[in-house]
């Protein structure tokens, strides 16, 4: 069986793991390194798998390959992260300054929202349904394809970009340059912009975490500002059963972590409005089950599956 660095880097945190004889046997989790721009981040990265080898009395030549969750969109040809917003990252040539500190360890890279999706397919909620949709609600909205076990990337390597589908001609402007797009309406940024509008607030962060304070507390601006939320979100994963008929849809991301509780029961209900009665009837909306752990492991599918098709197998 083989070693394998894990790496999953977000707008906030950055998580790594080492991957030994079928299992995850360590993780770290840190915040990420914005000031520091990519190189910063490939530092703290490589300090961190080296140290959790270190600990688990491993060598770094018994690395047999890093998989590693990035925020899209890529360049894989080229090892390349195009354009990261959350992270200032402009064509970041990731793989190539990674093999800096691990010369000759095989590396592979995809998407953030995929990756979580590939982990939760296969390892969390998702096991045992063929067609799994996985939809991410964070700073961000991302969303990944799984189908028989294999990501669905499409052409451009873009499927998936469920945060910037517009559901709203008259909406915010989004951080892509185009009006209403999903993620400007049910991220958590947005719903804290949305609460913080209503109350005339100004100067405080933009948290999604005061408006569901307030929500728990039973504030009706909170409850209407959450709401509009899920119902923007309920038509755009409508979209998802009509075009894809997936199996399961689950949902993950740290808004769905910690307060999946109050919001999928109110997006299976508005799911209800737009979807055809058979689909309904079919349809699986659960939690994803991986928590803050869901994109290491699907980097581990990732690099896994990669070194397999050079003949190395970690699989049982
Ligand atoms: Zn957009």
Redesign the pocket.
Known sequence: MAVFGLVDVGGTKTMTGIWRDGAMVAVEKQPTAIGGGGDGTVAVVAASIKRLLRERHLDVGELVGIGVAVPGPLDLDRGLVRYAANLGWVDYPFIERLSQAFPGVAIAMDDDSRCAAWGEALHGAGQEFPIVWYTTVSTGIGSGLIIEGKPYRGAQLMAGEL??ITIDLAGPV?????RG?L??LASGPAMARHFYEMRGLTGIPLSAENVFRALRTGDGEARAVVSRAMQYLAMALSYVVHLVNPDILVLGGGIVVHQGDLLLPMLRREMRGHILSVQDTHLLLRPAQLGEQAGLWGAYELIASHVQGRGISDRP
């Open positions: 945060g910037h989004c951080a892509c340059g185009k797009c993620e400007t």
